[in-house]
């Protein structure tokens, strides 16, 4: 149980397991019962013949890894598939995206005074919004009754919190149901209730406010001492970030000491924890030197994927269902690796494309080399973010596309998104926070062109540069409504990165461009009046040797990523700027070498 790599966190326990750790398996379901009894979260009620959405609760037990090393967790959850409810039920819950994540450890580390913490509630279901407040969207209460395992019973007659509860005798369990007070586990919309108690809380006793950008980001803007007031704008105190029961905050240590506070009262046994530590399976490291910061990795559930087994034969051979099955697996497992490795994500996003009725043994080897560049024992695997100055950061959109096949005429896509800060005279090249990137298949690429594809994946940064710049006006600024979020602008220069240099000798031309089809003249048009119209302040030409997000949109290991995350930096070697005229209607030019890493 002190062997990290012994078992995979979450994994549910095999029958033989069971057996060898049967102690920890027992204390575990008791421990969970007593989370049911202390939070209301049922009642035991003997069957009438009037419960008619009875719903079968069932155990999982699981591994899970702890500061003092692997434990076994029961979670008592009922088969919601037999809800008669379900489809009518309320139940979208979302949790903090991967940008909103990185987005408070770089927080975190530019504001030098400011600490990451990570808090975790326990049982966070089972202290929701009551069954009974619940609604379906059709408005109709919302009711529902469980039929738990049989040993549930037993082990309430061992518990003291049980005296007096109102118990069957034993033989007559059969009888007997227990009626939900609580939307526990298993049920669709349990996730959404417990959201809203907690964004609740958060609202309306600390005076948090929800981003109108990811509706798991909070933003906190009070003054030290000023209560429980809603600041909408102002200087910004702290960033806290919600999955379910794992919520990630950075801030100044009174904000965390009183969002504690708050936590605690609320919903007791709140668990704080400091660098280092595990936060939605992320390591978070803080940088011990003079200049500080925080690393993040994701190699301890990276290291323990197994790949699969590759069949004897032709590889052209299609695959069976079982085989499919392990494809399917595996790009599961890599595609969750990816949300810390950026450098690896040409080759699982291109396995990720193989799932389809036409995939192959080949499709198998192809999988296992994107496993091999994850589990490359000579890479650096941790995103860094280091303090910056504020004065000369700039938000930069690297844009790469490239034809994928011929046939079927369509490209794929890759985005990456950094805060850089870039010391003058240099208008591109620095330290850089890693704050988003993502590959995509697009299919709107005709008569298969490389510069139409490069066209739609800078139109397409272009977009993203700009709702990232909203993004960052909300976060620095504040808002009142989300109108303000129409062409806001933050206060960084907004930069917008690709490696076609007939795109850019394109742009330069004042006058429309003709001589292709409608779709090239519309991407070509649309780019050039963001720049005109200040959208992006800054647009740059970079060598493909130099560009960062190249190997995103190939089947093929990102080398240059890899050195930029051990690095901390990415300086192209050269690059070509257009900048908006400020005295006509042209644009501006310059150029330069670069900066030597």
């Not at 919903?267 to 992320?282: A, N, S």
Request: aromatic share 10%.
């Amino acid at each position: 149980l002190m062997d990290e790599k012994a078992h995979r966190n979450n994994a549910k326990l095999t029958p033989e397991e069971m057996k060898i750790f049967e102690k920890e398996v027992e204390a575990a379901k008791v421990k969970e019962i007593r989370n049911y009894l202390l939070y209301g979260a049922t009642e035991a009620k003997l069957r009438t013949g009037q419960e008619w959405n009875v719903i079968d609760g069932i155990w999982v037990i699981t591994f899970k890894w702890t500061a003092e090393g692997w434990a076994v967790k029961a979670r008592l959850v009922l088969r919601g598939y037999q809800d008669r409810q379900g489809a009518d039920v309320l139940k979208y819950a979302p949790t903090a995206s991967r940008a909103t994540q990185r987005l408070v450890v770089s927080q975190t580390a530019l504001h030098y005074e400011w600490l990451l913490v990570s808090f975790d509630i326990s049982a966070a279901f089972l202290r929701g919004i009551p069954v009974n407040q619940a609604r379906t969207k059709q408005g109709s209460e919302r009711k529902a009754w469980c039929k738990p395992p049989s040993d549930v019973w037993r082990i309430l007659r061992m518990l003291e919190e049980a005296t007096g509860m109102q118990l069957p005798a034993v033989g007559a369990e059969g009888h007997w149901l227990w009626k939900l007070l609580k939307a526990v586990y298993g049920l669709d919309d349990a996730p959404l209730l417990w959201r809203e108690e907690f964004i609740r809380v958060l609202v309306e006793l600390a005076g948090y406010v929800v981003s109108r950008n990811d509706p798991c980001l909070l933003y906190f803007r009070n003054e030290k001492g000023k209560g429980q007031v809603v600041v909408r704008r102002g200087p910004l105190k702290g960033l806290l970030s919600m999955h379910l029961d794992d919520e990630g905050l950075g801030a100044e240590p009174w904000v965390i000491d009183f969002t504690e506070r708050i936590l605690n009262e609320s919903f007791p046994t709140v668990k704080k924890q400091l660098p280092p530590l595990r936060h939605i399976g992320h390591d978070y490291l803080a940088i011990e030197d003079e200049e500080g910061g925080y690393e993040t990795d994701i190699e301890h559930y990276s290291s323990a994927i197994k790949p699969i087994v590759v069949p004897k034969g032709p590889k052209t051979r299609l695959l069976t269902k079982e085989e499919g099955e392990e494809l399917m697996r595996l790009n599961g497992e890599m595609s969750y690796s990816l949300t810390g490795r950026p450098d690896a994500m040409g080759r699982v996003v291109m396995s990720q494309q193989n799932v389809n009725g036409d995939w192959c043994v080949a499709h198998l080897d192809e999988a296992n080399r994107a496993l091999q560049d994850i589990q490359d024992p000579g890479r650096y695997k941790r995103l860094t973010y280091r303090p910056l100055y504020e004065d000369y950061l700039k938000l930069v959109v690297v844009a790469d596309a490239a034809m994928r096949k011929k046939e079927s005429k369509y490209a794929q896509l890759c985005n990456h998104v950094y805060l850089q800060e870039v010391l003058p005279p240099a208008q591109l090249g620095g330290r850089i926070h890693v704050i988003d990137y993502r590959s995509k298949k697009a299919t709107r690429v005709s008569n298969y062109s490389s510069m139409k594809a490069e066209l739609l994946g800078q139109n397409r940064g272009s977009e993203l540069a700009q709702r990232y710049s909203g993004w960052l006006y909300e976060l620095y600024e504040g808002i009142e409504s989300a109108w303000e979020l129409i062409d806001a602008k933050c206060r960084f220069p907004v930069c917008l990165v690709g490696d076609a240099d007939d795109i850019f000798l394109t742009l330069q031309c004042d006058k429309p461009y003709s001589g292709s089809d409608d779709s090239v003249c519309s991407y070509l048009e649309a780019l050039r009046e963001d720049i005109k119209e200040g959208r992006i302040d800054q647009y740059f030409w970079v060598p493909t040797t130099s560009m960062s997000a190249d190997g995103g949109s190939k089947n093929r290991s990102n080398d240059l990523m890899a050195r930029i995350m051990r690095e901390g930096a990415w300086y192209p070697e050269s690059y070509k700027m257009l900048t908006r005229n400020p005295e006509g209607s042209g644009l501006m030019t310059s150029s330069s070498d670069g900066n030597a890493w």
